[in-house]
């Protein structure tokens, strides 16, 4: 009569096990190439939609100049309130950035 509970039958069991484990998942690595391309589409992609965002900027530069010089031109009175209003929101945003600093530091 075998003893299944013995250290020895109960180790060559766990390599069997471990041996036919490693036979059924039989892992394979990517080549390469794969992950070449893959850079290279990611890079392709994050230039795509750098160029978008610049030329979302460009025109809305351009739009806001063009405002602005019309504005200048023929509403001087509304040129001078967006020149306030900006200047409003600047005297804001760097208080509010002050006071977000000054509670960091403490």
Known sequence: MTDDKTPNNLEERLQEAARHTE???????PSLSYFENLIEEQAALWYRRLWFE????WGIA??????????????????????????????RYFYKER????????
């Open 23 to 29: 036979e059924q998942m039989e892992l394979t690595e």
């Open 54 to 57: 610049l030329t979302c900027l």
């Open 62 to 91: 351009f739009i806001f100049i063009s405002f602005l010089i019309f504005s200048l031109f023929y509403v001087p009175l509304l040129f001078v309130f967006a020149q306030i209003f900006s200047i409003i929101i600047l005297i």
């Open 99 to 106: 006071y977000e600093m000054v509670e960091m530091r403490q």
